[in-house]
């Protein structure tokens, strides 16, 4: 596995942009900064537009891995801006597949425990001006995740990342979204296993549990 490192840290506010000629508001669109104020709750100077659907004390630090950034430029033949999936923390060596759910790690002074894949919306698209962006995603399972702040603290670009645990049950963020998005009649031992997971939010307990129920 490559070594864990951070390649640039983002935040930003809710913006009006516009996509096909309809205005949307979104806070998407980060900006790199020099360091992040990490709190329980969210991150100083980054907000979301839509509460309802975002945020929380379970989605506080959204992390993009930097590898998908060249899967992605080779898909479409152009390269993606940065900070392109409104992520915070732009990182090597944390893919979906190698970070599972209840895992902690430390980056600088904070700690951080994994907390739930991300559920990918059309504001992918929008962002990046690419109609064909969400499905990808949702066929790859590129899609990033979040962490809920067990302690604040202050993220760096050259804050070292530092994995202080992994949970016992191993249920790896890449196979939760496979499951939920591509398995029509899942193993029920194994989506049992998921949802034994204390440390998965809430929402994607909720889906899981929908998806147990039909």
């Given at each position: 596995m490559a070594e864990r490192s951070i390649v640039y840290v983002s935040k930003g506010l809710?913006?009006?942009?516009?996509?096909?000629?309809?205005?949307?508001?979104?806070?998407?669109?980060?900006?790199?900064?020099?360091?992040?104020?990490?709190?329980?709750?969210?991150?100083?100077?980054?907000?979301?537009?839509?509460?309802?659907?975002?945020?929380?004390?379970?989605?506080?630090?959204?992390?993009?891995?930097?590898?998908?950034?060249?899967?992605?430029?080779?898909?479409?033949?152009?390269p993606l801006e940065k900070s392109a999936f409104g992520e915070n923390v732009t990182a090597i060596g944390m893919r979906e597949d190698a970070v599972c759910i209840g895992d902690i790690y430390q980056f600088g002074d904070a700690i951080l425990q994994v907390s739930q894949g991300r559920y990918p919306c059309a504001k992918i698209n929008k962002r990046n001006q690419n109609n064909q962006l969400l499905k990808k995603i949702i066929a790859t399972g590129y899609t990033g995740y979040f962490f809920r702040v067990l302690q604040e603290g202050t993220i760096r670009p050259d804050s070292p990342i530092v994995q202080l645990?992994?949970?016992?049950?191993?249920?790896?963020?890449?196979?939760?979204?496979?499951?939920?998005?591509?398995?029509?009649?899942?193993?029920?031992?194994?989506?049992?296993?998921?949802?034994?997971?204390?440390?998965?939010?809430l929402k994607w307990r909720k889906l899981l549990l929908e998806k147990q129920q039909k």
């Open positions: 809710p913006k009006n942009r516009l996509y096909n000629g309809q205005e949307y508001r979104s806070a998407i669109w980060k900006e790199q900064t020099d360091e992040l104020h990490v709190r329980m709750q969210q991150i100083d100077g980054d907000e979301v537009a839509a509460p309802e659907y975002h945020g929380g004390p379970d989605r506080v630090v959204c992390l993009y891995p930097f590898e998908h950034y060249a899967h992605w430029e080779q898909e479409f033949g152009q645990s992994a949970h016992p049950a191993q249920v790896s963020v890449a196979s939760v979204h496979h499951l939920y998005f591509h398995e029509t009649s899942p193993d029920p031992d194994v989506l049992r296993r998921m949802l034994e997971v204390e440390e998965l939010a």
